[in-house]
């Protein structure tokens, strides 16, 4: 799954790039990763069968809201519920980053309605915005950007010091 790919090395990239004003540590560049993923728990749909649903829940389970709204706030707040107390807030930002991250990607698919894949504010609207419709879900070329990115990121972060900004007035 190259669209699954593209999503953990774009955070990657972003979570790497944004250490230089704010280091994180590689647990919380993980935390962004995870978020990054979250969203496409709703490809679960290409995996489990209905059978596992009415056997489970006694109805069929539909896994693409996992990919709304609801769904991406419902999966942060119980990966959050994973972590000590006291990293719990970091751990909800930086997921939420990594979700949002994702979600902006998708927004950019080409579909042929030329509107986006789902109604991302679900179950506030059904409103689907409109599509740029730059690329395919498994474009290889985005999955090359995504690389590069990446790349790009590392090297600069082990070449380049973290930036830290004191709250205190500045010495001469």
Known sequence: ??????????????AT???????????????????????????LELFVDDSFGRALFGTPV???GWHTLAGIVLSIV??????????????????TAGAMG??????????????????IFWPISGFRPRSPGLYLSGDPAVLL?????????????????SVIRSAGPEEE
Do not use: W
């Open 1 to 14: 799954m190259p669209d699954l790919l593209s999503h953990v090395l774009f955070a990657y990239a972003g």
């Open 17 to 43: 790039f944004a250490s230089r004003y704010h280091p994180l540590t590689s647990a919380q560049t993980t935390a962004c990763l995870v978020g990054a993923v979250l969203p496409d728990v709703s490809k």
């Open 62 to 64: 539909n896994f693409l």
């Open 78 to 95: 119980l990966t959050s519920l994973l972590v000590d107390e006291r990293y719990r807030r970091t751990t909800v930002v930086l997921v």
């Open 102 to 119: 994702h979600v902006i990607l998708d927004m950019f698919l080409r579909t042929a309605s030329g509107l986006a894949t789902y109604a």
């Open 145 to 161: 950007v995504a690389i590069l990115a990446a790349g790009a990121a590392t090297l600069t972060a082990d070449r380049q010091p």
